[in-house]
């Protein structure tokens, strides 16, 4: 049986089981009540909240994918809904980077393929995933992600200190690196994906890449990449959540805006720490959901 079938199996005549798309069992679940118009609200301005995170220190998918937890989507359809609503925007970043940053067109290439099948295989295993198992194996991907955002003042100052000696030659090994190593961030960003953004910064800089316009402009891209191929996926199975995703890309929009205009007036270390605690907060409460 497919995902769609053991999260949402309807049972047919003569006991023949039917499956019914996520987006259809969702608008039968809830049909317009003043409870769900009141939550969609809510999933409204938990976007604002994540794009504005996101525009200024990053780390919004741990207030969006949470926030469709407690609307009362389960852990798969609600991961696939955020990236699902999420996607626009890293594909509005890599336009602006392109206008702005020249890209390393060679290293962009090479990265685009391990970036397109990680990302296609992170979903396809997230599609083949039981339900039950997902939400056991989720508390500990919101608590990775958590660590990665803890852990970047760490990694930003070691990519500082190579920024400081100067752009290096991508040697044949360091690109053979890269593309195993994106090849696995890909993976796990089609699977869950938050947090990814920091570890590909790190690997870029692994790889030799100095210029911290240049890494973002190219990771920017891989992103949009990554996201958009397990949004097709996640939307030809029916794993996505429709009115859900659009209420939520509607918010992120706008808090990317905002938070863009606002990103010079926000202290990010202060963003980030209260991210993190966020993380710790949301980790523990989806272990008690899944354990208790």
């Known amino acids: 049986m497919t995902a769609r079938g053991r999260l949402f199996p309807e049972t047919g005549g003569a006991g023949h089981v039917q499956v019914a798309p996520a987006s259809r069992r969702f608008w039968l679940r809830k049909r317009l009540t003043p409870n769900y118009l009141l939550g969609l609200i809510g999933l409204f301005i938990a976007g604002i909240i994540a794009g504005s995170i996101n525009s200024v220190a990053g780390g919004g998918t741990l207030i969006s994918f949470p926030s469709l937890v407690s609307l009362g989507e389960p852990e798969i359809i609600a991961n696939a809904t955020n990236t699902a609503a999420l996607w626009p925007g890293s594909f509005s970043s890599a336009i602006g980077y392109r206008k702005d940053t020249e890209v390393n067109k060679g290293m962009l290439i090479g990265l685009l393929i391990p970036s397109f099948i990680g990302g296609a295989l992170g979903a ?26 803890a852990g970047r003042d760490i990694l930003t100052r070691r990519i500082g200190e190579r920024l400081a000696v100067g752009e290096k030659h991508t040697t044949l090994a360091g690109r053979l690196w890269g593309f195993f190593f994106q090849l696995f961030i890909a993976t796990y960003g089609g699977y869950f994906g938050a947090g990814m953004g920091i570890l590909m910064l790190g690997s870029l800089s692994i790889m030799g890449m100095r210029d911290i316009h240049k890494m973002n402009a190219l990771k920017t891209p891989l992103q949009a990449v990554i996201n958009m191929t397990a949004f097709v996926l996640f939307a030809l199975k029916g794993l996505v959540a429709w009115p859900a995703a659009v209420v939520l890309c509607l918010g992120a929009i706008s808090g990317g805006y905002g938070g863009a205009r606002l990103a010079k007036r926000v202290n990010p270390k202060l963003l980030n720490t209260c991210v993190v605690a966020l ?14």
């Open 124 to 149: 396809f295993i997230l599609v083949i995933t039981p339900p039950d198992l997902f939400k056991i194996i989720v508390p500990f991907l919101v608590l990775f992600a958590t660590l990665v955002l």
């Open 279 to 292: 993380g710790f907060v949301v980790s523990a409460w989806l272990m008690y959901k899944a354990f208790l």
